[in-house]
């Protein structure tokens, strides 16, 4: 049995991880243990932090389970908590209450139940009205009883502030109710929220003014607090990640919004919230693309099918959205004894465009370039800066892109390849700097890359400079789907950096890791690039690849990368229904990200691993690997 002290240390361990499957298993074994072994006063700290893990994680109907565990604790032994915890409970009596509304299994009888009992609770420990006539009307209103809602509602604003009560949720969800109701001026004049911030605001009434501000045909205000709020988010709940799909879709931004599902989007295109997350999110994605479907039905989305359902374009996927939202909308209307949802969502594909959003560039966020957009720009600076720019051309970020191209006929007509060359690619980094790209534009870059390629490989160029290309130009090739177009450039570089590699004689500096010369680094690099579109156009030899190059980083501390490629490398394999060698990979991800401190990175290895194990069938695995872990 672990003593008192161990177990504090033991939950405090998991609460560093982040939300999602590893900490939610964790916490699940800590409890399991505890609830089997003791001590039994840590019940209350290990029944609290599931259910966060839950809320927050991994939505499940389990978290009513735990919290009912958690309620007659509290009754038959309170000594077991103390302030902190027994006001712990009361606030997550809240999250229980409101996620009733997610799960359309929970009937209206099981519902009245659960809210006379949190009143009647929160009137013995004299906790006020405030919290249960909340949860009255955000219940109400969800069902559709709209006059107890706004009973309800006069009656929670009536209250006041309130310890019971989060300020910023309070001033977020007046705002939404504006919007919700049309009532957009009225949101502008409210604002977002200052003050008493929490881990859902302001993020959330940003996303609800970028919406009101394209109602009032305000783009550049939109874009402005579309960007604050990505400035404020760690990570997306398929709600906050489907506001920001209908709001840049809406807002005529259809590359950005299909940009955004690509980046953050896989586990709302997985389904993997509660009923209700489920629901919201394809609502917003029908309502972001129904205005789109006869002039851009045909646009590519760069998305991965459904199982057999195709998502390719804008039309399949709409399509797709709509499909496997009507069945929720139904079981939520025979909650609610109306058709309220389903109501919604037929409203949802009757919306048209909303003002042309204009998204901020040259900054983190929403309307940023990518992160390779932003280095490839960097590098084309860099290599300037080195006497290898075009002589005469003004700053990079303030030329458009026809000069360089007068440049490259200039070079050309007088034999200069490598000038040439280093035109064409410092004008891809120019489209790619300017913020999210359309699909022509993508192709118009990776038309400049292919014609870069041979006259700076062919004219002398550094490997660290073609490195670079390839790495910026990779993304890109991957986007328009001529991934194939990487292979003579990847082997010309991968011989190029051999060649270069100088005999060992000490550390040249600059960027490498502590310990690697700059010129192995390169190699490693152009090995790494064969690895990955290896792994990316389904080459046999890609792992056996990974396998050598894995060992090669880890003679040289180069675990990041080791651990980097590693992950790339379990995705292709579970991909290709290579469970344990994907499982295998993930572990060995996560134990290189561990010394290095990476909390996230490792969190999302492990993350993948328990879900691959759980998968397969492998739970008492799970277990195994918890039990290291702990």
Same mark, same amino acid.
């Given at each position: 049995m672990w003593s008192t002290h161990e177990a504090a240390q033991k939950i405090a361990a998991t609460r560093d991880l982040p939300y999602g499957s590893a900490r939610t298993a964790a916490m699940e074994y800590i409890t399991r243990t505890l609830e089997r072994e003791g001590p039994e006063s840590m019940l209350p700290e290990a029944y609290l932090n599931l259910v966060e893990a839950y809320v927050f994680g991994q939505p499940t109907p389990a978290s009513f389970a735990v919290f009912s565990k958690l309620l007659r604790l509290y009754d038959a032994h309170p000594e077991h908590f103390d302030e902190f915890t027994a006001r712990t409970l009361f606030w997550q009596f809240k999250w229980i209450i409101g996620d009733m509304t997610a799960y359309p299994q929970i009937s209206k009888e099981q519902a009245r139940e659960l809210l006379d009992e949190m009143r009647r609770r929160y009137r013995l420990a004299g906790m006020g009205e405030m919290a249960p006539d909340r949860a009255e009307y955000m219940w109400a209103a969800h069902i559709? $009883?709209?006059?107890?809602?706004e009973t309800w509602r006069a009656r929670w604003l009536a209250h006041g502030e309130d310890e019971m009560d989060c300020g910023s949720c309070r001033h977020g969800g007046i705002l939404r109710d504006h919007v919700t109701d049309g009532e957009f001026e009225a949101a502008v004049r409210l604002g977002a929220p200052t003050e008493d911030l929490c881990n859902r605001e302001p993020a959330a009434s940003h996303r609800q003014l970028a919406l009101a501000y394209l109602h009032l045909e305000d783009g550049e205000a939109a874009g402005r607090h579309l960007l604050r709020a990505a400035a404020h988010r760690d990570q997306y709940d398929p709600d906050d990640l489907g506001v920001e799909f209908e709001v840049l879709a809406r807002g005529q931004n259809l590359q950005a919004a299909f940009d955004l599902l690509a980046d953050h989007g896989k586990r709302a295109l997985d389904l993997a919230g509660d009923p209700g997350d489920n629901r919201n999110f394809l609502r917003y994605i029908v309502a972001g693309l129904a205005w789109a479907l006869e002039d851009h039905g045909d646009m590519p989305t760069g998305l991965r099918p459904a199982g057999q359902v195709e998502r390719s374009t804008l039309k399949e996927l709409y399509d797709w959205a709509l499909a496997e939202s009507r069945p929720l909308a139904q079981a939520f209307d025979r909650r609610a004894g109306n058709t309220r949802f389903s109501e919604s969502l037929e409203a949802a594909t009757e919306l048209d465009a909303l003002a042309p959003i204009v998204l901020p560039t040259g900054a983190?966020?929403?309307?940023?370039?990518?992160?390779?957009?932003?280095?490839?720009?960097?590098?084309?600076?860099?290599?300037?800066? !080195?006497?290898?720019?075009? =002589?005469?051309?003004?700053? %990079?970020?303030?030329?458009?892109? =026809?000069?360089?191209?007068?440049v490259v006929r200039e070079h050309e007509a007088a034999g200069a390849s490598l000038?040439?060359?280093?035109?064409?690619?410092?004008?891809?980094?120019?489209?790619?700097?300017?913020?999210?790209?359309?699909?022509?534009?993508?192709? $118009?870059?990776?038309?400049?890359? $292919?014609?870069?390629?041979? *006259?700076? #490989?062919?004219?002398?160029?550094?490997? #660290?400079? *073609?490195?670079?290309?390839?790495?910026?130009?990779?993304?890109?090739?991957?986007?328009?789907? $001529?991934? =194939?177009?990487?292979?003579?450039?990847?082997?010309?570089?991968?011989?190029?950096?051999? !060649?270069?590699?100088?005999?060992?004689?000490?550390?040249q500096g600059g960027d490498a890791a502590p310990g690697v010369r700059p010129d192995l680094l390169t190699v490693m690099q152009a090995q790494d690039f064969v690895a990955r579109l290896s792994l990316a156009t389904g080459d046999s030899a890609g792992q056996q690849l990974v396998d050598e190059l894995v060992e090669i980083y880890r003679e040289n501390?180069?675990?990041?990368?080791?651990?980097? %490629? *590693?992950?790339?490398?379990a995705e292709a394999a579970a991909a290709a229904g290579l469970s344990e060698l994907a499982i295998g990979r993930y572990e060995l991800a996560a134990e290189f990200f561990e010394p290095l401190r990476l909390k996230?990175?490792?969190?999302?290895? *492990?993350?993948?691993?328990?879900?691959?194990?759980?998968?397969?069938? !492998?739970?008492?695995r799970v277990e195994a690997l918890l039990a290291e872990l702990m």
């Open positions: 559709g $009883e709209d006059e107890a809602a983190d966020g929403a309307g940023s370039a990518s992160s390779a957009s932003s280095a490839g720009a960097d590098a084309a600076a860099g290599a300037q800066t !080195q006497g290898e720019g075009v =002589e005469g051309a003004t700053p %990079l970020s303030f030329t458009p892109v =026809e000069s360089y191209l007068a000038e040439a060359g280093l035109a064409y690619a410092e004008a891809a980094f120019l489209v790619l700097a300017g913020g999210p790209v359309t699909g022509a534009q993508a192709l $118009e870059v990776h038309g400049f890359f $292919e014609k870069a390629w041979p *006259l700076l #490989a062919d004219s002398g160029a550094t490997p #660290a400079l *073609l490195a670079e290309v390839v790495r910026v130009w990779a993304p890109v090739a991957e986007r328009v789907n $001529e991934l =194939e177009a990487l292979r003579t450039p990847v082997g010309e570089l991968q011989e190029l950096a051999q !060649q270069a590699l100088a005999p060992a004689h000490g550390d501390e180069c675990l990041e990368r080791a651990a980097r %490629l *590693l992950v790339v490398a996230k990175s490792r969190a999302a290895a *492990l993350d993948a691993c328990i879900e691959l194990l759980r998968a397969t069938g !492998q739970e008492h």
